[in-house]
């Protein structure tokens, strides 16, 4: 006889988030206060994102639902020899394991970060530093950032890659390709 038990609060898994995760995703980044979006953008950003072929967008699953998420991306430099993932957002809940949800979520994006031949994982200030420091992490650089003002009060998030914004007509030129 086989015995089965009941997943628990330990029992975490990782895993793609996906449209079905919106609800969930949102009342996390809610507390990644104080620069938490509006729902208005919220909503206009899933969508792009869970797209993404350069992002990777993780949730942390256990026997209570979803208690983490973590936003990362793909990108080229010179500094880092080449492609580097950076970690810009990490959510937990504060009922959840902290540390064992972190885990989890780091060492999915290491994972994701070698399939994509990066050179290293970076580490926005998003996690206490003990955290980081118990994940391997050592702090490099700090990152000041400034806000931007909007050109329009609707910008569209969008790259040339997904396509013409507004409605296309014979005069547009083709979009290039992506190699």
Known sequence: MTMTLDPTQRDVTVRRATTADREDLWLLVLRLQPDAPDRATYDRVVGPLLRALDTLLLVA??????????????????????????????????????GLVAAELIG?????????????????DVLPRETAEELGFVTTEVRSTKALDLLDADPVLTSPWDGPAVPASDADEALPVRD
Request: no cysteine; hydrophobic share 45%; aromatic share 6%.
């Open 108 to 124: 999915a994006v290491q994972a994701w970060g070698q399939e994509q031949r990066a050179t290293r994982v970076t580490l926005a």
């Open 61 to 98: 699953q256990d026997a209570t639902g979803v208690v983490g998420y973590l936003l990362a991306s793909q990108r080229l430099t010179f500094s880092g020899n080449g492609a580097v993932v950076e970690i810009d957002e990490i959510a937990l809940a504060p009922e959840a394991d902290q």
